[in-house]
């Protein structure tokens, strides 16, 4: 039987909050709006906050919910990574802007995306991600594309979505790994589908708008269901599939949460700041 304990943010109940295996909840964490949650492997946990009294930003947290740093910006944020060296990534989308701060909050790194005017702000992306060639990966929401930008801001590949999308995951085998909406889609090189879930496929989960992803090492993949605009308890927050698109793994308590934006599997060995946890 497959159990595991995993760290999520909720964005309406205002939470980080920690499950062990058997599905208790064992710590929690006010934040305003969390989205995007990691924990390193000495158990420092980071979150992008989307909104409050001192703004959108960063929180980090020690094990015992001690605020070690914060760094808040006038735009929205939904999406950071930690970074070897200690730097953070962060997703600014009022101006659709990647930034890199170090631990004195300077920006040390700025990159100005492409985004239409139309799309700046709320729907210009989601959760940046830094991959290991130094490059980016950014879902660009309201243009429905996935982007992979160089340090200079050069596009060298763009995949289209079907939808909306939120997070995007570059994988070992050098495939990418996207949600969009009601969808997974995994595509090679030349974007190519090579697996795809969708809502047909596990009509049980209820889903309704998937927003983080985590690729395990056996091949299955953990979605994340966020319920939200009035979809709340309409469905499965997490669940697991196999490449048969078997269920494996679910949480489903919708009474302890309510919109689970992103979490992260604790029984998974990797260093985010290294990329080694394919999410």
Same mark, same amino acid.
């Given at each position: 039987?497959?159990?595991?304990?995993?760290?999520?943010?909720?964005?309406?109940?205002?939470?980080?909050?920690?499950?062990?295996?058997?599905?208790?909840?064992?710590?929690?964490?006010?934040?305003? &709006?969390?989205?995007?949650?990691?924990?390193?492997?000495?158990?420092?946990?980071?979150?992008?906050?989307?909104?409050?009294?001192?703004?959108?930003?960063?929180?980090?947290?020690?094990?015992?919910?001690?605020?070690?740093?914060?760094?808040?910006?006038?735009? #929205?944020?939904?999406?950071?990574?930690?970074? &070897?060296?200690?730097?953070?990534?962060?997703?600014?989308? &009022?101006?659709?802007?990647?930034?890199?701060?170090?631990?004195?909050?300077?920006?040390?790194?700025?990159?100005?995306?492409?985004?239409?005017?139309?799309?700046?702000?709320?729907?210009?992306?989601?959760?940046?991600?830094?991959?290991?060639?130094?490059?980016?990966?950014?879902?660009?929401?309201?243009? $429905?594309?996935?982007? #992979?930008?160089?340090?200079?801001?050069?596009?060298? %590949?763009?995949?289209?979505?079907?939808?909306?999308?939120?997070? &995007?995951?570059?994988?070992?085998?050098?495939?990418?790994?996207?949600?969009?909406?009601?969808?997974?889609? #995994?595509?090679?090189?030349? /974007?190519?589908?090579?697996?795809?879930?969708?809502? $047909?496929?596990?009509?049980?989960?209820?889903?309704?708008?998937?927003?983080?992803?985590?690729?395990?090492?056996?091949? /299955?993949?953990?979605?994340?269901?966020?319920?939200?605009?009035? %979809?709340?308890?309409?469905?499965?927050?997490?669940?697991?599939?196999?490449?048969?698109?078997?269920?494996?793994?679910?949480?489903?308590?919708?009474?302890?949460?309510?919109?689970?934006?992103?979490? $992260?599997?604790?029984?998974? $060995?990797?260093?985010?700041?290294?990329?080694?946890?394919?999410?």
């Amino acid at each position: 039987m497959i159990e595991h304990p995993f760290i999520c943010a909720d964005s309406s109940l205002g939470k980080l909050m920690k499950f062990s295996k058997a599905k208790n909840l064992e710590w929690e964490y006010k934040l305003p &709006a969390p989205f995007d949650v990691w924990v390193s492997p000495e158990g420092n946990i980071l979150a992008a906050t989307l909104s409050g009294p001192k703004g959108s930003g960063v929180v980090e947290l020690n094990s015992d919910g001690v605020v070690q740093f914060e760094y808040y910006t006038d735009s #929205e944020v939904f999406g950071c990574q930690p970074l &070897a060296g200690g730097n953070i990534l962060i997703g600014e989308l &009022a101006d659709c802007r990647l930034i890199e701060i170090n631990r004195q909050k300077e920006v040390v790194f700025e990159l100005k995306l492409k985004c239409p005017s139309s799309f700046l702000g709320h729907e210009s992306m989601r959760m940046p991600r830094k991959l290991s060639n130094g490059n980016y990966l950014i879902c660009h929401k309201g243009e $429905q594309i996935v982007r #992979e930008y160089d340090c200079s801001g050069k596009i060298i %590949h763009e995949i289209p979505s079907p939808g909306p999308v939120f997070v &995007a995951i570059r994988l070992a085998n050098g495939n990418t790994l996207f949600s969009s909406e009601e969808e997974v889609r #995994e595509v090679d090189a030349n /974007n190519n589908i090579v697996w795809k879930l969708d809502d $047909q496929d596990v009509p049980e989960m209820g889903i309704k708008l998937i927003t983080g992803l985590q690729r395990l090492p056996n091949g /299955n993949t953990v979605v994340c269901n966020w319920l939200g605009h009035s %979809h709340e308890g309409c469905g499965v927050p997490l669940f697991e599939v196999n490449t048969a698109k078997e269920v494996v793994w679910k949480f489903d308590n919708v009474i302890e949460t309510r919109n689970v934006g992103n979490f $992260q599997l604790l029984d998974i $060995q990797g260093d985010p700041s290294k990329n080694e946890l394919l999410r």
